[in-house]
Every structure is written in structure tokens, then in C-alpha cells.
């Protein structure tokens, strides 16, 4: 057990991580005080496990922290000591002990094909089991893109129907909080936010929290000065990538993709993620382009913004095709020659009257 | 005079192998145009907004319309200057003319970015009494309609000896009227050019700096005025001795001699003013070798070379000779009103121009209708003088 | 006798309009002053900094599309004043000496542009801001050879149905209405381009010019050149340096009237023209009718 002090300073530091200030973190110390840490079940179908290991990095604060202190996690599989019957029962009695007020995290796509017989746990497909569980839930939040879009299960051609779990669950807020990984602390965020004022976070028109998933990749990209001045690297190793221009040109996806991942890095290594370390931005939080669009085509900016040169005074412009030139050169070449051909001829044409031959024309 | 006093249909098979190339030219404008008007003048035009206007107004409008001058230029010889041995070559010059001028128009249409705007010229209270440009485009719509009352007559005519009665009793019915209002039409045919004709060089008088010195001047409107009657006569004289060798027909000698004559005296009259207005604003010294003053030099030969030589053209001077001296002038004109107008503008260091191959086809599919409409109407409809046959002569 | 002065007479109505021409071009007065509630910017280049906030600003405020031409097809990076780009810095550079310039519609005060416009698409409307009337248009582009600072461009690009716009500056005109003012002056982080009546720009111009004779160059572009304009500039390089012609104190649209105006004089000539051809050509057809009945 730790002191209240310690506590305060954990709370601050969640706080932080979200970019709320000091009175937040006192609310988060007021909430847990009161006992009102939220329960969480957190659900896994067709997924990697990527989520979670990325939420096992975080620091500020520390998984165990966050679930010992800072919520309640009632049921996640890869954490939990539990397995078998013992799982499935404490899945249930938490549901019935929290009902209309816990949160239930779902990560992984669920399959749909052949009344989704390709992901069960304890008998029960994933649907059932995700439309048993959100039932009851006070939030819903969907982490990682397979839950939020689909992501990897569901790429072309999708050969067990997986599908978002916003679509099994028609009619419900569902928090869309994507990303291959999805970045921790937004999923911290909503969670406190949801702990502490019993309210979800504002969402955009794809169900991502807007604090998070507001502006582009491009907008705050590290790389971005390379952009404007036109800089680019043309393929991996060469001069300008190893100089760390932008990525565009190789693929990045970062001016159509609306995520924070370039001022919140991951597993608090600063720089890491992927243009910090000289790949392109794959998309992963934008529906329909990662996993979609081949990872180094490229795409088109949304509202393009000057660069940072300037035209001068005089800049040539209009075109004179060499072709044409020569077409007008030729026209003129035979309206002269046939001229003077006609001219000649025309010494050969009687002055008067006489004529009464043909005509040729 | 071995020249026959009467005109007659040339005759002759109409669907003949030089039609066909001309159709197959028509058409290939046609198409461009219909793009144009689905795809935006950009899609087929290398114009820009540098060069605006680019080669569509000042080739089918500035320079096609004064070589269809030679209506206007013959007018003022035979009616009001009274020389009737032009008559031989009038309808020639008007029906010239006239289909010169409405495929300039039809261009024209192509070439304004929004031509269903355009009926609103009707309404004078909408317009700008200080815009050129409404005058030159009020004048030639006028003169385009007068240019075919002065055609209705030939056509009448050609109506007249139709084997369809109803065409006869029209062409029976309306002759008298037309005959009594000509003297009117053909003076309003004259008035008309002589306005639009000047404008058209007033035009550039806007453009200021815009346009090479040595072409921009106060006295544009009368250089332009000299040049369309210059270009008319050749284009005639042209015209004439083409259609003399197309269908083998006798040349009319003596009217085009003289009026390469009356040619030439205006030719000296258009290099002494164009002379004398760049001696007034001092430019005559600031010709050298550039390409500039090459331009200027070029226009000038072209036009003084032939109208030198014209002054001692007699009747029993070569037709060849006749036509490469009309050929000249023509070009020397062309090249006046191509430079003020296209080439001798300046908008701006960076700014590039040529016609596009697609945009050539314009003109030229245009171009070709005019000279399809001038073999067609010659063919069926009373414009040249009649073959006298063999015999009748002697 | 009777002939030649009759051909004489001719002959002098035929030309004399047009030879008059150059006889009389100082004869009249054609200078136009400036509308009494003239407005328009003073941008100063010295105190440009080339953040293009002002070009940024005025494609919002005008809801002009981005002009993605240039290399890569990445940036909004117009070369020049086009139809999707009313406003423009442009940067002039020769050896250590180098100057930005916005470039914009100048609002001449007697515009070519107005002067070549058949129907009157194109006028000086409230405070002489030059704008564009799109149902009186005809697309002609004549405004675009008469402008000697080539600002109206023309939708060469189909958008859509093809029906081609001119675009130009019109000085927000739809913000002023609302009481804003123009989009470029809002947002300008040093007070390069600002606001004002016409008069006002001109004084704080002088103003600024004497309180620093040795930076700026000594005129105002814009109080005489080209008949005057409503946007002035202030520059520390020689003003044809930035693109702005040297163009003398009388506008092309005043020369125009003076030539026309001398041959079209309450529209005498041409009437007497017509009414002395008419005669000559009906004596003359009756005539030859008479010959033609002799012989």
C-alpha cells in the first residue's frame, strides 16, 4: 500500500500524461478516495495482443499502478491469474456487481462469417460474448484499430467477416481509440476521464476522442520543416533519409492521418514511433488507409499549405510545343509553296475569253 | 473588251475530291470545338494569362477580316469612287467577304469564355460607350448582316434561274425592293468597316506598354484602316486569279492590274504615315538588327517591295507576276496586324505563347468552311464573270 | 471639275477623322480623379516579412481552392496571380539585395480593365474597388490584355459545368459589408499592408518616406503611375525591380478616349459619313442605270 502523497503524485502524472493540469489530478485523487474506481473487463478476440503489451509500457504511471490504484480490472485475460471456469465466473460476477457502470474495453476484431464460429471462448462466440458484456456497460471502448476499424483480421480478403466492434454493437457509443498500437495514454484518458466525471470525451465523426485524434500526423510532424522546403526522401538509405528529411515521398500517410503520434511517443522512449525512427506513417488510426492503401504509395494532401520558397518576380510560364511549332511551320511552308505553284500555272491561262475546258475544282 | 459583261454559276459537280479534303478538315474543327465547349478552353488552347487573346482574334478576326475586306475596298471603288470595271470582281470581293467575316465571328464564339452572355449586346443601355471593343463587336455583327444583303443579290439572281417556281417568284418579288434600298446598304457597308476596321487597331491602344513601340501609336486606327484596304485589294486580286485557274476560266487583267495599282498607292500611303508617326515619337532611331526592328523590316519589304514594282504594271503584265506581288502585300499586311496584335504584345518576361496544334484546327476548320461556302456559292450562284464561248469573240 | 471635288470631298471625310487623330491629342482633357470615397491597402516592403498569412487568409475569406501545380503537386504553391489565387508574395533577390511584394489587384483609379469591359462586368463599384459582375461577362479577356499589371485571370481549367470565371481582387468587399476589413490587412503580422481611404495611405506614406528618406525609394508607386491607383507600395528597391511597371502619369484608358473620342465626337462623323455615301452611291447607280439604257 502506498501513501496518499504517493497517490497524489501518481495522479498527477496521469494527468499529465493526458495533458490535463493539477486540479484534474486532485479530481482523480477524490474520485478513488470515494471508491470509485471504475471496474474494466477487457475483452480479446481476434487480436495480437499488441494493445496490451503497449499499455504494459507505460510509466507515468505504471501499469501496475494504474491497475491497482487507479481502476479496477476485473477480467482481462493475458493479466489475469485466473483461467478456465474461475475466469468466466469472475467475468460474470463483476458484470452483475458493476452493472450499467463498468467499462468494457474490447480489443481485436470478431468475426462474423458463419455465425462467427472462428473466435469462442468458454463456448460462446465472440459476438455473443461482446454483445453480453456491453449490455451492461456504462463505456464502451474499443482499443486498436482491429477493434475500431477491423485492422489486420480484416484485411482483403477477410476470410472470417471481421468486423469493427462498433458494427456488432449498432446503437451503442462505442470510443474508437485506434492505432497498431493504440497509444496508452489515450486510452488512460478516456478511462480517467470516463473514472472521474462519469463522462466520455468529445468524439469526431469516426467515434476517436478528439483530444487525441484531432489533426493530422503532418500538422505537428517533427519532420514537417523537411516538408515545406520540399526535402524528401526518395528511398530507404539513401542521403536524404539518412539526413531524416520527410518521409512523404515513401509512403507516409501522416498529411491524411488523424492522430497524436507525433507529440505522444510510445513506451515513454522519446522518439519512438515510427517516423522517429525513418518509416513512413502507415495510417493505422485512419479508417481506409492502413492496412488498405499499400504501405509506400503515396497520398494526396487533404488542404495543402505554401512551402516555404517564394516565386520570383518573373517566373516563365505557358508553353510553345516544339510539335506545333513545326505544324504552323509546315502549314506556312505549303500555303507558300502552293502558291507560287499556282502562280506559275497561272501563265499557262488564257487573258480572254476562250477557255472551256474542265473544271477542276 | 474580251472581258464578258455577264456573270454566271460556274457549275460543275459539287462533291469533288478538294471538297472532301476541306469536309474532312471542317469536321476535325468541328470536334476541337465541341471539346472546348465541355472541357474548358484550356483543355485544347495554349492560351494563358499572359497571352489572352493568343492566336484566335488576331488570326480569324484582326487579319481574317482585312483580308475579307476587299467587299469594303471594292465598294468604295465602284460605287463611290465610280470605277465600273470592277464590277467584275465585286461579288467575288463580297462574297469573300462576307463568308470571311462570319467564320471570323463563329471563331469568335469559340474563342469567348462565355458567349451565352453575349446576347445581351442588344440592349444599348448596357453598354460601355468607352469599350473599343463593343464597337468593334457591334460593327462587325451590323456589317455582317449588311454584307449578306449585298450577297442577296447574286443569290436572288441565282434564285431567279432556279428550277423551283416558288424560288423564282421570291427572287421576282423581292429584287425590286432590294434594288431600291442598295444604295442605302451599300453605304452603311461601308461606314461599318471603315469604323470596325480602325477599332480593331484601337484595341491595342489600351494595352499601352504593353505593346511594342514601334507598333503602338496614336495612329493605329488609320494604319489598321490603310492595311485592311491593302489586304483586301491583294486578297481579290488573289481570289481572282485562284478561281481563274481553278475552273480554267479567261483572268480578269485589266481590272486587277489597276487595282494592284490602287494597291500600291495606298501601300506608299500606309509606309509614309507608318514612317512618319516613328520618326514623330522618335523611334526611327531605335531600329538596328534585334528582332524587333527584323519585324519591323520584314512588314515594311513586304509591303513596299510589291507596290514598287505595281506602279509599272500595265495590262500585258504576267498573272504570275500580279499574283506573288498581291501574295506579298497580303503577307506584309497579315504580318502588320499579327505583330500589333500578337506578337509585338508584351505582357511580361516570364509569359510564353504558341498556338496548340488543337487550337491551329479552330482556324483552320474554320477556314475551310469559308472556302467550301466560296466554292460551293460559286458554283451554283451568279459571282463570276461568264465564259464567252469559243467563237463568240471573233 | 465637279468630279474631283467631289472625290476630294470623299476622300477627306473618309480619312479625315483618323488623320485628325494625331493632330489633336492634347486637345482634350480625358483625367479622371479618384472616387471621393476611394480605399485601397498601402503595403510596405520593407517591413514585409514573407509569412504569406496574407495569402493563407485571403483563400479562406475568398474560398479559393488550393493551387497544388507546382513541383511535387504537395503545396499550395501558385507562381503567379491565377484563377484560383487573388493575392501573392513573390520575392526579389539580386545579390545581397533582396525585397518581398505582395502582388494584387491595384484598383487603378481610371482601370484599363473598366474601360475595355464591353458591358460593364468589370467597374468601379462602392469605394472604387474594381469588381466583377459575372451575368454581364462575356469572356472576351480584353480586360486581360488592357491591364498593365496583368492581374484578371481566367478559368482556363474546367470546374464543373464550364462557365469561366475572371477573378481578381475585389478587396473583400464581401467583409467590408460586414464591417471586417479585408482579410489580407487582418492578419498581417507587422502592419505590412494596411487599410484606409485613399487619402489616408497616401499620408502616412509621405510620412513614412520623410521620417526615413535614406531607406525608402522617394515616390509612392501608385499616387501618378498609370492615371493612380488605390493600392500604394512602399519599397526600399526600385520599384520595376517588383514587377510594377513604370507606366507615366496619363492611364491607357485615357489615351483610348482621347484617340476614339477624337474620331467618334458625339458620333458626327460616322452619321455624316453615311449620309454622304448614301448620296454619292445613289447619284452614282443612277447614273450608270442611265449609261446602261444609252448604250
Given at each position: 500500500?502506498q501513501?496518499?502523497r504517493?497517490?497524489?503524485?501518481?495522479?498527477?502524472?496521469?494527468?499529465?500524461?493526458?495533458?490535463?493540469?493539477?486540479?484534474?489530478?486532485?479530481?482523480?485523487?477524490?474520485?478513488?478516495?470515494k471508491?470509485?474506481k471504475p471496474?474494466v473487463?477487457?475483452?480479446?478476440?481476434?487480436?495480437?495482443?499488441?494493445?496490451?503489451?503497449?499499455?504494459?509500457?507505460?510509466?507515468?504511471?505504471?501499469?501496475?499502478?494504474?491497475?491497482?490504484?487507479?481502476?479496477?480490472?476485473?477480467?482481462?485475460?493475458?493479466?489475469?491469474?485466473?483461467?478456465?471456469?474461475?475466469?468466466?465466473?469472475?467475468?460474470?460476477?463483476?458484470?452483475?456487481?458493476n452493472?450499467?457502470?463498468?467499462?468494457?474495453?474490447?480489443?481485436?476484431?470478431?468475426?462474423?462469417?458463419?455465425?462467427?464460429?472462428?473466435?469462442?471462448?468458454?463456448?460462446?462466440?465472440?459476438?455473443?460474448i461482446?454483445?453480453?458484456?456491453?449490455?451492461?456497460?456504462?463505456?464502451?471502448?474499443a482499443?486498436?484499430?482491429?477493434?475500431?476499424?477491423?485492422?489486420?483480421?480484416?484485411?482483403?480478403?477477410?476470410?472470417?467477416?471481421?468486423?469493427?466492434?462498433?458494427?456488432?454493437l449498432?446503437?451503442?457509443?462505442?470510443?474508437?481509440?485506434?492505432?497498431?498500437?493504440?497509444?496508452?495514454?489515450?486510452?488512460?484518458?478516456?478511462?480517467?476521464?470516463?473514472a472521474?466525471?462519469?463522462?466520455?470525451?468529445?468524439?469526431?465523426?469516426?467515434?476517436?476522442?478528439?483530444?487525441?485524434?484531432?489533426?493530422?500526423?503532418?500538422?505537428?510532424?517533427?519532420?514537417?520543416?523537411?516538408?515545406?522546403?520540399?526535402?524528401f526522401?526518395?528511398?530507404?538509405?539513401?542521403?536524404?533519409?539518412?539526413?531524416?528529411?520527410?518521409?512523404?515521398?515513401?509512403?507516409?500517410?501522416?498529411?491524411?492521418?488523424?492522430?497524436?503520434?507525433s507529440?505522444?511517443?510510445?513506451?515513454?522512449?522519446?522518439?519512438?514511433?515510427?517516423?522517429?525512427?525513418?518509416?513512413?506513417?502507415?495510417?493505422?488510426?485512419?479508417?481506409?488507409?492502413?492496412?488498405?492503401?499499400?504501405?509506400?504509395?503515396?497520398?494526396?494532401?487533404?488542404?495543402?499549405?505554401?512551402?516555404?520558397t517564394?516565386?520570383?518576380?518573373?517566373?516563365?510560364?505557358?508553353?510553345?510545343s516544339?510539335?506545333?511549332t513545326?505544324?504552323?511551320?509546315?502549314?506556312v511552308?505549303?500555303?507558300?509553296?502552293?502558291?507560287?505553284m499556282?502562280?506559275?500555272?497561272?501563265?499557262?491561262?488564257?487573258?480572254?475569253?476562250?477557255?472551256?475546258?474542265?473544271?477542276?475544282? | 473588251?474580251?472581258?464578258?459583261?455577264?456573270?454566271?454559276?460556274?457549275?460543275?459537280?459539287?462533291?469533288?475530291?478538294p471538297?472532301?479534303?476541306?469536309?474532312?478538315?471542317f469536321?476535325?474543327?468541328?470536334?476541337?470545338?465541341?471539346?472546348?465547349f465541355?472541357?474548358?478552353?484550356?483543355?485544347?488552347?495554349?492560351?494563358?494569362?499572359?497571352?489572352?487573346?493568343?492566336?484566335?482574334?488576331?488570326?480569324?478576326?484582326?487579319?481574317?477580316?482585312?483580308?475579307?475586306?476587299?467587299?469594303?475596298?471594292?465598294?468604295?471603288?465602284?460605287?463611290?469612287?465610280?470605277?465600273?470595271?470592277?464590277?467584275?470582281?465585286?461579288?467575288t470581293?463580297?462574297l469573300?467577304?462576307?463568308?470571311?467575316y462570319?467564320?471570323?465571328?463563329?471563331?469568335?464564339?469559340?474563342?469567348?469564355?462565355?458567349?451565352?452572355?453575349?446576347?445581351?449586346?442588344?440592349?444599348?443601355?448596357w453598354?460601355?460607350?468607352?469599350?473599343?471593343?463593343?464597337?468593334?463587336?457591334?460593327?462587325?455583327?451590323?456589317?455582317?448582316?449588311?454584307?449578306?444583303?449585298?450577297?442577296?443579290?447574286?443569290?436572288?439572281?441565282?434564285?431567279?434561274?432556279s428550277?423551283?417556281?416558288?424560288f423564282?417568284?421570291?427572287?421576282?418579288?423581292?429584287?425590286?425592293?432590294?434594288d431600291?434600298?442598295?444604295?442605302?446598304?451599300v453605304?452603311m457597308?461601308?461606314?461599318?468597316?471603315?469604323?470596325?476596321?480602325?477599332s480593331?487597331?484601337?484595341?491595342?491602344?489600351?494595352?499601352?506598354?504593353?505593346v511594342?513601340?514601334?507598333?503602338q501609336?496614336p495612329?493605329?486606327?488609320?494604319?489598321?484602316?490603310?492595311?485592311?484596304?491593302?489586304?483586301?485589294?491583294?486578297?481579290?486580286?488573289?481570289?481572282?486569279?485562284?478561281?481563274?485557274?481553278?475552273?480554267?476560266?479567261?483572268?480578269?487583267?485589266?481590272?486587277?492590274?489597276?487595282?494592284?495599282?490602287?494597291?500600291?498607292?495606298?501601300?506608299a500611303?500606309?509606309?509614309l504615315v507608318?514612317?512618319?508617326?516613328?520618326?514623330?515619337?522618335?523611334?526611327?532611331?531605335?531600329?538596328?538588327?534585334?528582332?524587333?526592328?527584323?519585324?519591323?523590316?520584314a512588314?515594311?519589304l513586304?509591303?513596299?517591295?510589291?507596290?514598287?514594282?505595281?506602279?509599272?504594271?500595265?495590262?500585258?503584265?504576267?498573272?504570275?507576276?500580279l499574283?506573288?506581288?498581291?501574295?506579298?502585300?497580303?503577307?506584309?499586311?497579315?504580318?502588320?496586324?499579327?505583330?500589333?496584335?500578337?506578337?509585338?504584345?508584351?505582357?511580361?518576361?516570364?509569359w510564353?505563347?504558341?498556338?496548340?496544334?488543337?487550337?491551329?484546327?479552330?482556324t483552320?476548320?474554320?477556314?475551310?468552311?469559308?472556302?467550301?461556302?466560296?466554292?460551293?456559292?460559286?458554283?451554283r450562284?451568279?459571282?463570276?464573270?461568264?465564259?464567252?464561248?469559243a467563237?463568240a469573240?471573233? | 471639275?465637279?468630279?474631283?471635288?467631289?472625290?476630294?470631298?470623299i476622300k477627306?471625310?473618309?480619312?479625315?477623322?483618323?488623320?485628325?487623330?494625331?493632330?489633336?491629342?492634347?486637345?482634350?482633357?480625358?483625367?479622371?480623379?479618384?472616387?471621393?470615397?476611394?480605399r485601397?491597402?498601402?503595403?510596405?516592403a520593407?517591413l514585409?516579412?514573407?509569412?504569406?498569412?496574407c495569402v493563407?487568409?485571403?483563400k479562406?475569406?475568398?474560398?479559393?481552392?488550393?493551387?497544388?501545380?507546382?513541383?511535387?503537386?504537395?503545396?499550395?504553391?501558385?507562381?503567379?496571380?491565377n484563377?484560383?489565387?487573388?493575392?501573392?508574395?513573390?520575392?526579389?533577390?539580386?545579390?545581397?539585395?533582396?525585397?518581398?511584394?505582395?502582388?494584387q489587384?491595384?484598383?487603378?483609379?481610371?482601370?484599363?480593365?473598366?474601360g475595355?469591359?464591353?458591358?460593364?462586368?468589370?467597374?468601379?463599384?462602392?469605394?472604387?474597388?474594381?469588381?466583377?459582375?459575372?451575368?454581364?461577362?462575356?469572356?472576351?479577356?480584353?480586360?486581360?490584355?488592357?491591364?498593365?499589371?496583368?492581374?484578371?485571370?481566367?478559368?482556363?481549367?474546367?470546374?464543373?459545368?464550364?462557365?469561366?470565371?475572371?477573378?481578381k481582387?475585389?478587396?473583400?468587399?464581401?467583409?467590408?459589408?460586414?464591417?471586417?476589413?479585408?482579410?489580407?490587412?487582418?492578419?498581417?503580422p507587422?502592419?505590412?499592408?494596411?487599410?484606409?481611404?485613399?487619402?489616408?495611405?497616401?499620408?502616412?506614406?509621405?510620412?513614412?518616406?520623410?521620417?526615413?528618406?535614406?531607406?525608402?525609394?522617394?515616390?509612392?508607386?501608385?499616387e501618378?503611375?498609370?492615371?493612380?491607383?488605390?493600392?500604394?507600395?512602399?519599397?526600399?528597391?526600385?520599384?520595376?525591380?517588383?514587377?510594377?511597371?513604370?507606366?507615366g502619369?496619363?492611364?491607357?484608358?485615357?489615351?483610348?478616349?482621347?484617340?476614339?473620342?477624337?474620331?467618334?465626337?458625339?458620333?458626327?462623323?460616322?452619321?455624316?459619313?453615311?449620309?454622304?455615301?448614301?448620296?454619292?452611291?445613289?447619284?452614282?447607280?443612277?447614273?450608270a442605270?442611265?449609261?446602261?439604257?444609252?448604250?
Amino acid at each position: 500500500m502506498q501513501s496518499r502523497r504517493d497517490f497524489v503524485r501518481l495522479c498527477t502524472m496521469a494527468a499529465a500524461a493526458i495533458g490535463l493540469g493539477p486540479a484534474a489530478a486532485e479530481q482523480f485523487v477524490q474520485a478513488a478516495e470515494k471508491g470509485r474506481k471504475p471496474s474494466v473487463l477487457w475483452l480479446q478476440f481476434q487480436e495480437c495482443t499488441g494493445c496490451t503489451e503497449s499499455l504494459l509500457r507505460t510509466s507515468h504511471p505504471a501499469i501496475d499502478d494504474l491497475i491497482l490504484d487507479l481502476i479496477s480490472l476485473d477480467y482481462h485475460e493475458t493479466l489475469f491469474a485466473a483461467a478456465g471456469h474461475q475466469a468466466e465466473a469472475a467475468l460474470k460476477s463483476a458484470m452483475r456487481d458493476n452493472a450499467g457502470k463498468y467499462i468494457c474495453i474490447v480489443e481485436g476484431a470478431i468475426p462474423t462469417k458463419e455465425n462467427g464460429i472462428y473466435c469462442m471462448i468458454g463456448g460462446r462466440t465472440a459476438i455473443e460474448i461482446v454483445n453480453d458484456v456491453a449490455a451492461h456497460a456504462g463505456a464502451i471502448i474499443a482499443i486498436g484499430s482491429c477493434a475500431s476499424w477491423g485492422g489486420v483480421p480484416s484485411a482483403d480478403p477477410n476470410p472470417t467477416g471481421a468486423s469493427p466492434a462498433h458494427d456488432i454493437l449498432k446503437g451503442k457509443t462505442v470510443v474508437n481509440i485506434p492505432g497498431c498500437p493504440a497509444n496508452p495514454y489515450n486510452l488512460l484518458g478516456t478511462v480517467l476521464q470516463y473514472a472521474t466525471y462519469g463522462t466520455l470525451p468529445a468524439l469526431d465523426a469516426e467515434g476517436r476522442p478528439k483530444f487525441a485524434y484531432g489533426q493530422t500526423v503532418h500538422e505537428h510532424c517533427p519532420r514537417r520543416a523537411h516538408f515545406d522546403a520540399g526535402r524528401f526522401a526518395e528511398k530507404y538509405g539513401d542521403e536524404a533519409h539518412r539526413n531524416g528529411y520527410c518521409l512523404y515521398k515513401i509512403g507516409c500517410k501522416g498529411p491524411v492521418t488523424y492522430a497524436n503520434c507525433s507529440v505522444q511517443h510510445f513506451g515513454d522512449v522519446d522518439g519512438a514511433w515510427p517516423i522517429g525512427i525513418g518509416h513512413p506513417c502507415f495510417g493505422c488510426t485512419e479508417k481506409g488507409v492502413g492496412f488498405t492503401i499499400p504501405m509506400h504509395q503515396t497520398v494526396d494532401i487533404i488542404r495543402p499549405t505554401g512551402p516555404s520558397t517564394y516565386p520570383p518576380i518573373v517566373q516563365p510560364q505557358g508553353t510553345v510545343s516544339p510539335i506545333a511549332t513545326g505544324v504552323a511551320g509546315l502549314i506556312v511552308g505549303g500555303l507558300a509553296g502552293a502558291g507560287y505553284m499556282a502562280s506559275k500555272k497561272l501563265n499557262t491561262l488564257p487573258t480572254d475569253a476562250s477557255g472551256t475546258e474542265k473544271p477542276e475544282v | 473588251m474580251s472581258r464578258s459583261e455577264t456573270l454566271e454559276p460556274v457549275g460543275g459537280p459539287l462533291w469533288t475530291r478538294p471538297m472532301q479534303v476541306l469536309t474532312a478538315l471542317f469536321l476535325a474543327g468541328i470536334a476541337v470545338t465541341l471539346y472546348r465547349f465541355v472541357m474548358g478552353i484550356g483543355a485544347i488552347a495554349n492560351l494563358n494569362d499572359g497571352y489572352a487573346w493568343g492566336a484566335w482574334k488576331p488570326i480569324s478576326v484582326i487579319v481574317f477580316t482585312s483580308m475579307a475586306s476587299g467587299g469594303y475596298a471594292t465598294a468604295l471603288l465602284l460605287y463611290v469612287f465610280n470605277r465600273r470595271k470592277y464590277a467584275a470582281v465585286s461579288r467575288t470581293a463580297i462574297l469573300t467577304s462576307a463568308l470571311g467575316y462570319t467564320t471570323g465571328v463563329i471563331v469568335l464564339g469559340i474563342d469567348i469564355g462565355r458567349p451565352w452572355n453575349f446576347w445581351r449586346i442588344v440592349n444599348p443601355g448596357w453598354w460601355n460607350f468607352h469599350s473599343v471593343l463593343l464597337e468593334v463587336a457591334v460593327c462587325i455583327s451590323t456589317y455582317i448582316i449588311f454584307l449578306w444583303l449585298e450577297m442577296a443579290h447574286p443569290l436572288l439572281e441565282g434564285a431567279g434561274q432556279s428550277g423551283q417556281w416558288s424560288f423564282r417568284e421570291l427572287a421576282r418579288r423581292l429584287t425590286p425592293a432590294l434594288d431600291s434600298a442598295y444604295p442605302f446598304i451599300v453605304a452603311m457597308a461601308i461606314v461599318l468597316p471603315t469604323m470596325h476596321q480602325s477599332s480593331l487597331g484601337s484595341l491595342f491602344l489600351l494595352a499601352g506598354v504593353r505593346v511594342h513601340p514601334f507598333w503602338q501609336t496614336p495612329l493605329v486606327p488609320l494604319l489598321f484602316l490603310f492595311s485592311c484596304y491593302v489586304m483586301g485589294y491583294a486578297f481579290v486580286v488573289l481570289t481572282s486569279l485562284l478561281s481563274s485557274l481553278a475552273w480554267r476560266r479567261p483572268l480578269e487583267m485589266e481590272a486587277l492590274t489597276s487595282l494592284s495599282r490602287v494597291m500600291s498607292s495606298i501601300v506608299a500611303a500606309f509606309v509614309l504615315v507608318r514612317l512618319g508617326d516613328l520618326a514623330w515619337r522618335g523611334q526611327l532611331t531605335r531600329l538596328s538588327v534585334d528582332g524587333w526592328s527584323l519585324l519591323f523590316y520584314a512588314e515594311l519589304l513586304l509591303l513596299a517591295v510589291p507596290a514598287v514594282l505595281s506602279f509599272g504594271l500595265d495590262r500585258h503584265a504576267s498573272p504570275q507576276k500580279l499574283f506573288l506581288l498581291a501574295a506579298s502585300t497580303l503577307l506584309g499586311g497579315s504580318l502588320y496586324r499579327l505583330d500589333t496584335s500578337l506578337v509585338a504584345f508584351m505582357p511580361g518576361a516570364q509569359w510564353r505563347y504558341f498556338p496548340s496544334v488543337l487550337e491551329m484546327l479552330v482556324t483552320i476548320g474554320f477556314a475551310a468552311l469559308a472556302v467550301m461556302g466560296y466554292i460551293a456559292i460559286v458554283k451554283r450562284f451568279p459571282i463570276l464573270p461568264g465564259v464567252r464561248h469559243a467563237g463568240a469573240h471573233a | 471639275m465637279v468630279r474631283i471635288s467631289r472625290r476630294t470631298a470623299i476622300k477627306s471625310a473618309l480619312f479625315g477623322g483618323a488623320v485628325a487623330v494625331g493632330a489633336t491629342t492634347a486637345s482634350a482633357t480625358e483625367s479622371v480623379e479618384p472616387p471621393a470615397d476611394a480605399r485601397g491597402l498601402l503595403y510596405d516592403a520593407t517591413l514585409c516579412i514573407g509569412c504569406k498569412a496574407c495569402v493563407t487568409a485571403c483563400k479562406d475569406a475568398n474560398g479559393l481552392p488550393a493551387d497544388t501545380a507546382g513541383p511535387h503537386g504537395l503545396w499550395d504553391r501558385p507562381d503567379d496571380l491565377n484563377a484560383k489565387t487573388k493575392n501573392i508574395i513573390k520575392l526579389y533577390r539580386s545579390g545581397d539585395t533582396t525585397s518581398f511584394v505582395k502582388r494584387q489587384c491595384m484598383h487603378c483609379v481610371d482601370p484599363a480593365c473598366v474601360g475595355a469591359c464591353m458591358m460593364g462586368a468589370l467597374k468601379k463599384r462602392e469605394y472604387g474597388i474594381v469588381s466583377w459582375d459575372g451575368s454581364k461577362c462575356v469572356g472576351c479577356r480584353y480586360c486581360q490584355i488592357a491591364c498593365p499589371y496583368n492581374i484578371p485571370k481566367f478559368e482556363w481549367e474546367m470546374a464543373g459545368f464550364y462557365n469561366p470565371k475572371i477573378v481578381k481582387c475585389e478587396l473583400c468587399r464581401h467583409r467590408l459589408a460586414e464591417g471586417r476589413d479585408p482579410a489580407c490587412t487582418e492578419v498581417c503580422p507587422r502592419h505590412a499592408v494596411i487599410y484606409g481611404t485613399r487619402e489616408e495611405l497616401l499620408k502616412e506614406a509621405h510620412r513614412r518616406i520623410a521620417a526615413n528618406p535614406t531607406l525608402y525609394q522617394p515616390n509612392v508607386y501608385g499616387e501618378h503611375d498609370g492615371g493612380g491607383t488605390q493600392v500604394l507600395y512602399l519599397s526600399h528597391v526600385p520599384f520595376d525591380k517588383l514587377g510594377l511597371p513604370a507606366l507615366g502619369g496619363e492611364s491607357a484608358a485615357a489615351t483610348t478616349r482621347k484617340v476614339q473620342g477624337t474620331i467618334y465626337k458625339g458620333f458626327v462623323a460616322p452619321v455624316a459619313l453615311y449620309g454622304v455615301l448614301a448620296t454619292i452611291v445613289s447619284r452614282n447607280q443612277r447614273r450608270a442605270g442611265e449609261e446602261g439604257e444609252r448604250s
